[in-house]
């Protein structure tokens, strides 16, 4: 969407005065009585973000062509494009019938308007047309680390010195967001599947939709429990505290995954009395790791 106060380039995108970013995406939802929702709002709204127009979207998707179609969650589906500059992008496109899908694109919306990092997905910007609401972020060419690991035949691409770069490239993402982003900001769905990996495996999280801003000098925080059976923190679970704890609960989990080759979520199914984090809690105390590490993986490593 074009306005009079914003200059359109040649890709068809446009950079907003302050004010045009989340009022344009927020206002249908937004709640008039939430004025902490409104600052943040504003605060945003003063941040360099593009807008693109929706023809360049239509364009760049083949008309949302469902061939061009890489997954779908809670916000609505998402499709890969290319801009005219040879640009991959990835659109998630706003399921009008889901209020979660809503909920979801304003947080995302929000928190990664302030956030830029390297293991971090980055937003590129926005686009709004009628009823049509929509966030365009970098392609991320690997699919996710839960489809390389457990859904394809893809496991043994990834060699020891790849998953150890994988994991502490999670970690620097989780340092980036939980310390040096411009405000503390805790994930609350840490999982493999909320990993994207880039044509050098670089891993970048992604999915921001559950995750909740977190003042500095607070311990923790009590808020709906939200995220993924299996990864979530016990006192998450049990009490609904949350910290940034949260996280670097469900990164274990992760890292347990990448080094086991086991699925933390179908572990139990095999395994009906125990868990992934179970059973691999003696094995780790005992310093008894040959069994551990990769059970399901190529012989090579």
Known sequence: MVTENSQKSSLGMTKPKPMNFFQNIIKPFKRTSNSGLEDDIERIAALEQKVFSFQVLVSATKDFNPAHKLGE??????????LRDGRDIAVKKLSQASRQGKNEFVNEAKLLAKVQHRNVVNLWGYCTHGDDKLLVYEYVA??????????????????????????????????????DAPNCIIHRDIKAGNILLDEKWVPKIADFGMARLYQEDATHVNTRVAGTNGYMAPEYVMHGVLSVKADVFSFGVVVFELISGQKNSSFSMRHPDQTLLEWVKPLVSLLSHVPLFLVRASPKF
């Open 142 to 179: 690997n699919e996710s680390l839960d489809n390389v690991l457990f859904k394809s035949n893809r496991r043994s691409e990834i060699d020891w010195k790849q998953r150890f770069e994988i994991i502490t490239g999670i970690a620097r993402g989780l340092l980036y967001l939980h310390e």
């Open 73 to 82: 969650g809670g916000f609505g589906p998402v499709f890969k494009g290319r």
